[in-house]
């Protein structure tokens, strides 16, 4: 074959080398390992989110949960571009519901009868302190005598109470404001305060120990279905609000426990059929010794350390039900709770009753999505029992050997290093933390720890994130500002020689700022699979910050924009992801809050008004010919004032021509303010030393008005002067030595100084 031949024949195509690349691994809780993500059905990824049960204000420990969980749904639906189905209950039936319901709504009675402050009111509020603290305080000694049982709750004395019992705190200020409540009722009374408002002080006081004592007496007799659906219903609304707050995406599907009684019992009776539930006095009972080892089963998958624990136990049955009878194991669970006077009844096989907590769970996410899930999620509270207890009852129903393929739990939440709790009342609601801190600012926050990880909300902590978000915000404004003026400079992103020619921008800091941001982006994808671990992520793209902060001091004259919109489009994807920042921005967080929008002339009125302004008064300053100071003093005007109040930082830059930037007013303004209020400290502390030095001046001219001569002849030390008034014997009229007549004289000479500087001043020593 010719070589002309040859060269007419395709050659061989080289196979490229792949790099190995790291996978999405999770730390599964199944496993206490991080595991490879491995869904059931390709993209396609089910995921039930245990949801809220909904009896007071969400707190930052739901949100550790919900927000927590948000970001990682994000993750895996925007950056790994999983088809996810995110199912989310409300758990709308249950103890604390029914409780809470029936003490506000018996409080509630209460409070709209009376009409008087009396003295049957504060003896029944009386009775009720008592009783409360008989139920509450029962491990301390000496509770009857509040007043010296409260004298000895030092700081010290109550941690130690605590360790005693974790609600100690509670209940401790619950019957302390009650106590002093009464106290104060009581001489109100007796010097004629018995109104309505008076008594209503007294009432609201003391919610907490009267609710306990009127629901005790006639707690059986609510039974108006309507109170058990107000209460989670008002909740629930509330709870949407805050999390629409914090920028956490909704369910794609959402479910009630109260609209799936039909699927709980049906589901429930199959467990009994399959013989891991029994029967007994109208309630239905999980068996834990039937089920644990049978056919394969394992109860307490999740933590089977847990098993047996008594108090665990008892508190996932919830107070209304962990005294049911007739179970066979103190370890069993209830399925189906006979109802008791004043709790909500539907009917059923075994009883007039309500669903048990665990089954809710098991029932919905079943309903919706079947015999097998991909991920179940949850705080790591729920762990045991609740979420063991879900996928026994889960496994026992479908026959199964694995429901949940991968559990993931939110770590706890602190708060300024204690645990918070909505039952110790020791909580901060997500609207209280949001009069605060904006939903980026937590957000960030969160992003700084690991999911999965105990997470200390502490103020400190929290200032550190807003810094944070300002060097990020710093970047971004600066980055656009950049590019914005190397566009508008006729430049092309070209660099022009003294001899006219022109070259690119392309060279070694561009080259190095390319691979810095390649080595990131392997980086972050790398932290993203190792278990979403978004502190790792937050670190690369503030270093990032940092990296393209250095190159960006070189100036609009020697960067290349075109490479720092790349980085900067990177990282406001990363943090879109995140939810951090508007899904419509290309480049930053994302339109300025309260930015306006609206037709031509009202946005670009306020502007072009500004820039008349500052026209006419450049013109006349021409026409009157003033100096060209005051034209410096128009353009520090016009960027100090009309282009603050109309949210433009305009930052003065060496080569003269400034970087424009979109801040918002306000903190435009409370910079320029903190400018002014230096500006004004400065002065005035130059303003004191000024009069410092003016009385320190003053001083020494004082000490100048004596006459040198006269200075020695006042003291009673010395009985013989020179002419010039300088002592020569002491008082026993012995002469003075050589070094005594020499310290004196150089006295002396001080003095004709100061004096002669007196002088100098006011002219003569009368002065």
Same mark, same amino acid.
């Given at each position: 074959?010719?070589?002309? /031949?040859?060269?007419?024949? &395709?050659?061989?195509w ?11 691994r ?13 869904p ?6 089910t ?25 990682i ?10 088809d ?15 409780l ?40 301390f000694?000496g509770?009857a ?27 401790f ?5 009650s106590?002093?409540?009464?106290? =104060? ?5 007796n ?88 029967e007994?006095? *109208? ?14 089963h ?5 933590e089977?350390?847990?098993? *047996? ?6 508190? *996932? ?23 008791k006077? @004043? ?8 009883? &007039? @009753? ?16 079947g ?26 129903y479908?026959?199964c ?9 939110? @770590? ?5 290093g ?5 039952s ?16 980026? &600012? ?18 400190? $902590? ?5 810094q ?21 400079d006729g430049s ?16 070694? =800091? ?8 390649? /080595?990131?982006?392997? $980086? ?19 270093d990032?910050?940092?990296?393209t902060n ?16 790349k980085v ?7 943090l879109k992801v995140? *939810?951090?920042?508007? =899904? @419509? ?7 300025v809050?309260?930015?306006?929008s ?34 410096l ?21 060496e ?37 410092e ?8 001219l ?36 050589? =070094?005594?007549r ?26």
């Amino acid at each position: 074959m010719s070589s002309e /031949t040859k060269s007419r024949l &395709q050659p061989k195509w080289l196979t490229p080398q792949v790099q190995a690349q790291p996978v999405l691994r999770f730390q599964n809780s199944l496993t206490k390992t991080k595991t490879d993500f491995i869904p059931k059905n390709g993209r396609r990824v089910t995921w039930y989110n245990c949801g809220p049960t909904v009896y007071d204000a969400s707190h930052m420990g739901h949100a550790r949960t919900y927000l927590t969980m948000d970001i990682i749904r994000r993750v895996l639906e925007d950056y790994f571009n999983y088809d996810v189905l995110f199912v989310q209950n409300i758990t709308d039936i249950d103890d604390k519901i029914i409780l809470r319901a029936r003490q506000q709504y018996l409080f509630n009675q209460l409070k709209q009868s009376v009409t008087q402050l009396d003295l049957s009111l504060i003896q029944q509020t009386e009775e009720s302190w008592k009783e409360y603290n008989e139920a509450k305080m029962k491990k301390f000694e000496g509770t009857a005598n509040w007043p010296e049982f409260v004298k000895k709750m030092t700081p010290e004395e109550v941690q130690k109470a605590v360790v005693i019992d974790e609600k100690f705190k509670m209940n401790f200020t619950a019957l302390d404001t009650s106590y002093n409540a009464i106290e =104060n009722a009581k001489l109100g009374l007796n010097s004629g305060k018995n109104t309505k408002e008076d008594a209503e002080l007294l009432l609201d006081a003391s919610q907490d120990t009267l609710s306990a004592w009127l629901d005790k007496r006639q707690g059986g007799e609510v039974n108006n279905p309507k109170i058990f659906r107000e209460l989670p219903a008002y909740w629930e609304t509330r709870y949407f609000e805050d999390m629409e707050a914090l920028n956490v995406r909704s369910p794609d599907i959402q479910t009630r426990v109260s609209e799936y009684i039909p699927e709980i019992i049906e589901y429930v009776q199959k467990i009994i059929d399959n013989g891991y539930a029994y029967e007994a006095e *109208g309630s239905v009972y999980f068996d834990t010794s039937r089920y644990d080892g049978h056919n394969g089963h394992h109860y307490a998958k999740l933590e089977p350390w847990s098993k *047996g624990d008594t108090a665990l136990i008892e508190d *996932g049955e919830g107070s209304l039900g962990s005294k049911l009878q007739g179970k066979k194991s103190p370890s069993d669970f209830a399925l189906w709770k006979a109802s008791k006077p @004043g709790e909500p009844v539907w009917n059923s096989p075994w009883s &007039q @009753g309500r669903p048990g907590w665990h089954i809710e769970c098991s029932v919905m996410a079943s309903a919706v999505i079947g015999e097998n899930m991909d991920i179940h999620s949850g705080g790591v509270d729920l762990a045991f029992p609740h979420h063991d207890n879900e996928i026994a009852q889960a496994e026992a129903y479908y026959d199964c050997g694995q429901w949940v393929n991968y559990f993931l739990h939110a @770590g706890h939440l602190h708060v300024e290093g204690q645990k918070m709790s909505k039952s110790l009342k020791n909580f901060i609601t997500i609207k209280e933390a949001l009069k605060t801190y904006s939903a980026r &600012q937590l957000r960030l926050f969160f992003l700084l720890h690991q999911w999965d990880a105990k997470m200390d909300f502490k103020k400190s $902590s929290m200032q550190e994130t807003i810094q944070i978000e300002q060097t990020i915000k710093n970047y971004f404004d600066n980055t656009k500002a950049l590019v914005n003026k190397v566009n508008n400079d006729g430049s092309r992103n070209a660099t022009e020689s003294a001899d006219g020619s022109i070259t690119h921008r392309y060279n070694e =800091n561009e080259k190095k700022l390319i691979e810095i941001l390649n /080595t990131k982006q392997d $980086s972050v994808h790398a932290a993203l699979c190792d278990s979403i671990n978004t502190p790792i992520v937050m670190d690369e793209i503030m270093d990032m910050i940092n990296q393209t902060n250095k190159y960006m001091a070189f100036g609009a004259k020697n960067v290349n924009v075109l490479i720092l919109e790349k980085v900067a489009k990177w990282i406001t994807g990363l943090l879109k992801v995140f *939810g951090v920042a508007n =899904n @419509g921005a290309e480049i930053g967080f994302g339109a300025v809050a309260g930015q306006a929008s609206g037709n031509a002339e009202d946005i670009l009125m306020p502007y072009l008004q500004a820039l008349s302004s500052f026209r006419d008064q450049v013109r006349k300053g021409a026409i009157d010919k003033v100096a060209n100071t005051e034209f410096l003093k128009m353009c520090d005007a016009v960027r100090d004032n009309q282009m603050v109040d109309l949210g433009v930082s305009l930052d003065d830059q060496e080569d003269g021509i400034a970087l424009v930037k979109l801040v918002p007013r306000e903190e435009l303004i409370q910079a320029r303010e903190r400018k002014l209020a230096l500006i004004a400290e400065k002065a005035a502390k130059k303003e004191q030393a000024a009069a410092e030095r003016e009385k320190k001046r003053l001083e020494r001219l004082a000490k100048g008005k004596q006459p040198p001569q006269e200075m020695f002849k006042a003291s009673d030390e010395f009985s013989k002067f020179d002419e010039s008034g300088i002592p020569t014997h002491n008082k026993e009229g012995e002469e003075l030595a050589k =070094n005594r007549r020499k310290k004196l004289q150089k006295e002396w000479d001080m003095q004709k100084k100061l004096h002669d500087e007196y002088l100098k001043e006011y002219g003569t020593a009368e002065v």
